[in-house]
């Protein structure tokens, strides 16, 4: 299977620090699209961002950034000033023609 | 602006009880999902709706069947409930099914089978 893996389970920082969730994914297609969801405790998933695999431009979203190297099959997302709000659960997805494979998640523990 | 809505959000069920989990979307959506959230297992596909009259079984079909009600509802039934199947269960939605395509997640079901 062609996984996705979130190797970080749990992260807890400070509030206004930098944290950085890592994502790391598996594919043998040319063409595939790469997705961030946030999963807050009140538990919908909402989602933050996509990337296709031509696109390696990293992006950024005012406290948000995202970094993608095909080099490494790497795309990992950072929160700079971390807030309490930014407290959920992250799930990293790659799709390729079709289905989604969603990583494990990270759970993000920012603390006041 | 309702987006995906499930219901019920929590259910207890006894083994061997039959239930059905409801999914409706109101944004004119081709494609729908059912997904099981499971502790260290992130979201697996259990079935998907790529279109209206049509599904396919996903990576864990097992013990599920679902309905394609019409454009709009997408339910999942448990004819014969297990503890294994205690879990989170989401539905979702997107525009085609195309893996370019953000899904839109209801708020999910919380399932307790004892």
């Known amino acids: 299977a062609q996984k996705v893996t979130q190797a970080q389970t749990e992260i807890s920082v400070v509030e206004k620090e930098d944290v950085t969730l890592d994502c790391v994914y598996e594919t043998r297609d040319t063409t595939y699209y790469l997705f961030w969801y946030k999963q807050p405790p009140s538990g919908e998933l909402v989602f933050l961002i996509r990337r296709n695999s031509f696109d390696e431009q990293n992006e950024i979203s005012g406290r948000y950034s995202w970094n993608f190297q095909k080099s490494t099959s790497s795309f990992n997302f950072t929160i700079t000033a971390s807030q309490v709000v930014d407290s959920a659960v992250y799930f990293c997805a790659r799709a390729g023609t079709y289905k989604y494979i969603f990583g494990t998640g990270t759970r993000l523990k920012v603390l006041a | 602006n309702a987006g995906v809505t499930q219901t019920p959000k929590f259910q207890v069920l006894k083994t061997g009880q039959s239930m059905t989990l409801q999914c409706a979307q109101d944004?004119?959506?081709?494609?729908m999902y059912w997904y099981r959230q499971d502790p260290g297992m992130g979201l697996r596909l259990i079935y998907y709706s790529a279109s209206e009259g049509t599904t396919d079984k996903g990576e864990v079909p097992n013990g599920y069947n679902v309905s394609r009600l019409n454009k709009r509802e997408f339910s999942l039934r448990l004819e014969s409930a297990a503890p294994s199947q205690t879990s989170v269960y989401f539905c979702?939605?997107?525009?085609?099914?195309?893996?370019?395509?953000?899904?839109?997640f209801g708020d999910g079901t919380r399932l307790s089978i004892l």
């Open positions: 944004m004119n959506h081709n494609s």
């Open positions: 979702a939605s997107s525009v085609e099914f195309q893996g370019n395509q953000p899904q839109h």
